[in-house]
């Protein structure tokens, strides 16, 4: 199925390639740890792009995150300190990341949209490393490497100008 232009949903599709994604492994569930981390983050200014809190698995949770490149270096020391403080296990982090976004209106109300982005992004062999979504805006982290090419993917699976 193709959406006619005039009926398309996507008003752009844009890339961010200035992210670095910062995972903390391992933090104990418990309340306040969200908070704890991320207002000492802020705290230092730094702005947070989009944050992922994964499945509880014995107590634990892995917490993932992006912040432009210009602040990672401050935003992983931060990270860093506050994993020794709660006894998370390890801090990861990934520069060679991009967020790719589809924009356009009543995008999560439409049933097709996201299937469609991700279908574009697997044809081209493109793993879907963080998703977030809005009423406005669908975005993947994906490898920074991969990106233009996806953009073209969901250009042409959208058949946007």
Same mark, same amino acid.
């Given at each position: 199925?193709?959406?006619?232009?005039? @009926?398309?949903?996507?008003?752009?599709?844009?890339?961010?390639?200035?992210?670095?994604?910062?995972?903390?492994?391992?933090?104990?569930?418990?309340?306040? +740890?969200?908070? =704890? #981390?991320?207002?000492?983050?802020? =705290? $230092?200014?730094?702005?947070?792009?989009?944050?992922? !809190?994964?499945?509880?698995?014995? !107590?634990? =949770?892995?917490?993932?995150?992006?912040?432009?490149?210009?602040?990672? $270096?401050?935003?992983?020391?931060?990270? /860093?300190?506050?994993?020794?403080?709660?006894?998370?296990?390890?801090?990861?982090?990934?520069?060679?990341?991009?967020? #790719? /976004?589809?924009?356009?209106?009543?995008?999560?109300? /439409?049933?097709?949209?996201?299937?469609?982005?991700?279908?574009?992004?697997?044809?081209?062999?493109?793993?879907?490393?963080?998703?977030?979504?809005?009423?406005?805006? +669908? /975005?993947?982290?994906?490898?920074? @490497?991969?990106?233009?090419?996806? #953009?073209?993917?969901?250009?042409?699976?959208?058949?946007?100008?």
């Amino acid at each position: 199925m193709r959406m006619r232009k005039e @009926d398309s949903l996507i008003k752009a599709i844009t890339i961010d390639e200035d992210i670095a994604k910062i995972s903390v492994m391992e933090v104990p569930d418990k309340p306040g +740890i969200a908070f =704890n #981390l991320f207002s000492s983050i802020a =705290n $230092e200014g730094i702005k947070i792009e989009s944050i992922t !809190q994964n499945v509880n698995r014995s !107590q634990v =949770n892995d917490i993932t995150f992006t912040v432009p490149t210009d602040e990672f $270096e401050k935003a992983f020391k931060i990270t /860093s300190d506050f994993a020794i403080e709660v006894g998370a296990t390890k801090v990861l982090y990934d520069k060679g990341v991009a967020k #790719l /976004s589809v924009i356009g209106s009543g995008m999560v109300a /439409s049933t097709q949209v996201a299937s469609r982005v991700f279908k574009a992004l697997y044809e081209k062999g493109v793993n879907i490393q963080m998703i977030s979504t809005s009423e406005v805006k +669908i /975005s993947c982290v994906i490898e920074k @490497d991969k990106a233009k090419e996806a #953009l073209k993917q969901i250009y042409k699976e959208f058949e946007v100008e």
